[in-house]
């Protein structure tokens, strides 16, 4: 059980467009989710907090306006890289809480060209 | 923010030997618990030990946790060429449900 299941896998998109990353719980309710960013060697980095109902909460130096998260019903949190460069290319892992524990998805490797 | 620092950043062994790892934290935690992480994909959860607790077993894995000097360390005995992968600690510190991750070791096993 407390499966998240991410999508897309890997996306490629060109500089300037905006990319949406899915994160479902399939078989809890995720009143929170977490979402991460990992460049190439080198560990999680916690980008947000995003609570169900309510506006996300950011990290330290994470631009709000450019990762714009929603998460609109129990099961489903969007993290979505507005005017994407190449800058954003990175590995997006979401992790959501359920009774025993944190839960990953498999991750969104985003290349931006 | 970045809470756990571990070392080393590398560790290569032959396989049979013995790997250690170790995390330090900055905060007081509810839990501590590592992850492997094979090259680019997602995580795998290992072990959980709790910050009443001082040694955990898994298998192969043995973790250690002294909160007294906010470290951990796990230890994997008689490695295997399938143990090639990064490790990260990871602490949910206490008041928040955040869970922070360490700077991870890549383990490399050669066979």
């Known amino acids: 059980g407390a499966v998240v299941s991410q999508h897309p896998s890997r996306v490629i998109c060109k500089s300037g467009t905006s990319v949406k990353i899915e994160c479902r719980s399939l078989?809890?309710?995720?009143?929170?989710m977490f979402w991460y960013r990992q460049f190439p060697k080198q560990s999680l980095m916690l980008m947000a907090t995003s609570n169900e109902g309510s506006k996300a909460t950011y990290e330290q130096g994470v631009e709000k306006d450019k990762f714009l998260i929603n998460h609109a019903s129990l099961t489903l949190s969007t993290l979505t890289v507005t005017s994407a460069h190449p800058e954003d290319s990175s590995f997006y892992i979401c992790s959501a809480i359920f009774d025993y524990g944190y839960t990953f998805g498999s991750g969104t490797r985003l290349t931006v060209v | 923010s970045q809470q756990g620092e571990e070392d080393p950043q590398a560790l290569s062994i032959q396989e049979g030997e013995n790997a250690t790892m170790n995390c330090s934290y900055k905060?007081?935690?509810?839990?501590l618990q590592w992850y492997r992480q094979n090259s680019g994909r997602g995580l795998v959860h290992l072990i959980l030990?709790?910050?009443?607790?001082r040694e955990k077993h898994s298998g192969r894995l043995r973790v250690t946790l002294d909160t007294s000097k906010k470290s951990s360390s796990l230890l994997i005995t008689a490695s295997r060429a399938a143990d090639t992968a990064s490790y990260f600690c990871?602490?949910?510190?206490?008041?928040?449900?955040?869970?922070?991750f360490g700077t991870g070791t890549r383990l490399q096993v050669f066979p």
């Open positions: 030990i709790r910050s009443n607790e």
């Open positions: 905060t007081s935690i509810n839990n």
């Open positions: 990871a602490t949910d510190a206490k008041g928040t449900d955040k869970l922070i």
């Open positions: 078989d809890f309710q995720a009143t929170t």
